[in-house]
């Protein structure tokens, strides 16, 4: 190694070192305010606070509300701590959600086959308590020190039957809004040209930082990038890999 390669590469890692310092001095700070207003933030660790200290760009006092509006939500919605089935039955029996397999960097995996989603009796309330749901399961599927998960939305025979454009919003917010720096990558992968329309009008109310995670891969390529992220033998049978899928409540 050259000694200008050497010198870039220590300068690299003591402005690494610093950024870190920064946020831990930043989590500190926030965990003061949020345990005075709610006591039981104690039971959060602190990989969780710097997930919203840095989806609000390291502001303490933006990523605190956040975090906080978080917990009244959670309580709310989620009063038992977890989503049982039963209250999901709608959805489960659409058998449109699969979970399986990581990338190459060990990041869970998720696939949604978009044409088998319906609307349904259930209404939004059921497909939230669903996102939910997906979300603990992939989260109980993480290997230690991995924060991300990736998510590959097959959209062969999407119709207009199946726009859902409240659902879309419902999950881009809770992603969003309740779950930040959870999402590495969604693939958009065999979308029809119809499905443009409904992106339109999605696409507004995606903050740039998830935009920037959302990737639709051309047709004719579909394997080769997701083999870019994604070993062969952990990349769905659907999309010419080698993995079954398997639905969510079975993983």
């Known amino acids: 190694m050259g000694s200008e390669t050497m010198e870039n590469s220590m300068a690299m890692h003591k402005q690494s070192f610093g950024a870190n310092e920064i946020e831990k001095t930043k989590i500190s700070l926030m965990r003061v305010l949020v345990e005075k207003q709610d006591p039981s933030s104690k039971e959060v660790d602190d990989s969780t606070l710097g997930r919203f200290l840095r989806a609000r760009d390291l502001d303490v006092e933006k990523a605190s509300n956040m975090f906080l509006k978080y917990l009244n939500w959670k309580r709310t919605f989620v009063p038992n701590g977890s989503i049982s089935p039963t209250e999901i039955r709608h959805e489960l029996e659409q058998n449109k959600m699969f979970l399986q397999g990581s990338d190459k ?30 979300f ?22 999407w119709g207009y039957a199946n726009s859902d454009i409240r659902a879309y919003l419902t999950a881009l917010s809770l992603v969003q809004d309740y779950y930040p720096e959870r999402l590495e990558k969604l693939f958009i992968v065999h979308a029809p040209y119809i499905f443009m329309t409904a992106w339109k009008i999605v696409c507004p109310f995606i903050d740039q930082k998830t935009r920037n995670k959302i990737i639709f891969v051309d047709k004719k390529s579909v394997k080769s990038i997701l083999l870019e992220e994604i070993e062969e033998n952990q990349l769905p049978e659907t999309l010419g890999g080698k993995l079954p899928l398997v639905p969510i409540e079975n993983s």
């Open 136 to 157: 603990d399961k992939i989260f109980t599927r993480m290997p230690p020190g991995q924060e991300k998960f990736i998510v590959i939305g097959d959209l062969k025979g």
């Open 105 to 134: 960097k060990g990041r869970p995996m998720a696939v949604v086959l978009a044409s088998r989603h319906f609307q349904h009796e259930g209404g939004v309330e059921e497909f939230k308590r669903f996102v939910v749901y997906l």
